[in-house]
């Protein structure tokens, strides 16, 4: 409707609801356990450490460190994460979909090749290639990916429309699923033989 404004994630009522497990020490505020704001520190909304470079020893050779709620308690009801994703030569963050929140990247160091796909019908691929300093920006549910091209280490930072904004990698989610997808329905949905699937099938479980 024109006009009304639309939110991803509730708007809090009050200045800070830092999360907390026990409801010993909490007050119920905004549909939400909270710690007892007499009993907030500045930890409650701090972190350390994110300059620091993460391994990319890994088959992807990439690194996201996502800071979310879970992590930074303060970040409840306040809509927002953060992440670094570090990148060794010709490393790879995957296509994935953060299902609850829209993605800002900038680039600090290296060259990244991003890009991402719109929704059906059209599924235009938009893409660019960014150098330090650029920064690109991931519309919320859409299937998106960075890709380091440079033969140097790459490193970003991303902000995120989301306490949790979600993650679904969409390689692993589909052929890593818990238990199985039937290989019948994978083989009908990609158009590969049945040996092909569950290959893939073995080597995302």
Request: charge should be neutral; hydrophobic fraction near 45%.
């Given at each position: ?5 639309n939110?991803?994630?509730p708007?809090?009522?009050q ?18 356990f ?5 009993l ?42 953060l992440?670094r ?34 929704s ?10 960014l ?11 859409l ?6 091209v ?13 306490q949790n ?8 989610n ?6 199985p997808?039937?290989?019948?329905v ?16 073995k080597?995302?479980?």
């Amino acid at each position: 409707m024109k006009g009304v404004p639309n939110h991803l994630d509730p708007a809090p009522l009050q200045d800070f609801c830092v999360a907390v497990n026990s409801s010993t020490e909490a007050v119920f505020v905004n549909g939400k356990f909270c710690k007892d704001p007499k009993l907030v520190t500045p930890n409650d909304f701090f972190f350390t450490g994110l300059n620091t470079p993460r391994s990319t020893s890994n088959l992807l050779r990439s690194n996201v460190t996502l800071l979310q709620v879970d992590r930074i308690l303060g970040l409840n009801t306040l809509g927002i994460a953060l992440a670094r994703i570090d990148f060794a030569p010709y490393g790879l963050n995957p296509p994935h979909i953060h299902p609850r929140g829209t993605e800002i990247l900038v680039v600090v160091e290296g060259t990244l090749y991003v890009g991402f796909v719109t929704s059906n019908p059209e599924n235009r691929f938009i893409t660019k290639t960014l150098n330090a300093g650029d920064v690109f920006v991931f519309p919320i549910g859409l299937i998106h990916f960075q890709f380091n091209v440079g033969t140097t280490n790459a490193v970003a930072f991303a902000g995120l429309s989301s306490q949790n904004p979600g993650l679904i990698v969409i390689a692993k989610n589909i052929f890593g699923a818990n238990p199985p997808i039937n290989p019948d329905v994978l083989v009908k949905a990609f158009q590969l033989d049945t040996n092909v699937v569950e290959s893939l099938q073995k080597k995302f479980a």
